[in-house]
T-cell receptor, first 112, second 113 residues
Framework: EADIYQTPRYLVIGTGKKITLECSQTMGHDKMYWYQQDPGMELHLIHYSYGVNSTEKGDLSSESTVSRIRTEHFPLTLESARPSHTSQYLC???????????FGPGTRLTVL | GENVEQHPSTLSVQEGDSAVIKCTYSDSASNYFPWYKQELGKRPQLIIDIRSNVGEKKDQRIAVTLNKTAKHFSLHITETQPEDSAVYFCAASGPGGNTPLVFGKGTRLSVIA
């Protein structure tokens, strides 16, 4: 089934660890996005990509990196996790030629 | 860049009443305005969207209206039901579909049975 997949769904790690959150979509979308959201609160754009080898920074990008080597895959890496990174991370993608975004189920991250 | 303001931040209505959430945007070039519903613990889901060449769009109990002159758009939910309780986000996007959506801060709607 065409969808957006995120792994892991839940993650608890210690301060200073390097982590990668995975996002894959089978919808044939070219544009992909990462958002940070505390439950039910404002959506903050972290990074986005308009295609392979294209990445752009959003509002909260300074503590993370992304890569886009394959169209369907857009991983997010935190080099050194901190308790302030505790949040939900949502991946999204949009239909070619439109800004209509569809969201994945999210990864809930807790940094101790 | 684009800025989207959303009001109110919280809204409580009695079951069966109507609910209205309003958003304003700053960039007159924006031409796409979606609304998302996020239930507790779930992902945001697109529920309705409108483009700038249309003034109103309806889908069963939900409707969106757009006033380009005033740069505001609204979500209307009629005959509210408890399952309408959620956080609703409005958003706006510039022309060409090549800029990320800019989201409002959300409205927490509670429908009281």
């Amino acid at each position: 089934e065409a969808d957006i997949y995120q792994t892991p769904r839940y993650l608890v790690i210690g301060t200073g660890k390097k982590i990668t959150l995975e996002c894959s979509q089978t919808m044939g979308h070219d544009k992909m996005y990462w958002y940070q959201q505390d439950p039910g609160m404002e959506l903050h754009l972290i990074h986005y990509s308009y295609g392979v080898n294209s990445t752009e920074k959003g509002d909260l990008s300074s503590e993370s990196t992304v890569s886009r080597i394959r169209t369907e895959h857009f991983p997010l890496t935190l080099e050194s996790a901190r308790p302030s990174h505790t949040s939900q991370y949502l991946c999204a993608s949009s239909v070619p030629g439109t800004p209509r975004e569809f969201f994945g189920p999210g990864t809930r991250l807790t940094v101790l | 860049g684009e800025n989207v303001e959303q009001h109110p931040s919280t809204l409580s209505v009695q079951e069966g009443d109507s609910a209205v959430i309003k958003c304003t945007y700053s960039d007159s070039a924006s031409n796409y305005f979606p609304w998302y519903k996020q239930e507790l613990g779930k992902r945001p889901q697109l529920i309705i969207d409108i483009r700038s060449n249309v003034g109103e769009k309806k889908d069963q109990r939900i409707a969106v209206t757009l006033n380009k002159t005033a740069k505001h758009f609204s979500l209307h939910i009629t005959e509210t039901q408890p399952e309408d309780s959620a956080v609703y986000f409005c958003a706006a996007s510039g022309p060409g579909g090549n800029t990320p959506l800019v989201f409002g801060k959300g409205t927490r709607l509670s429908v009281i049975a």
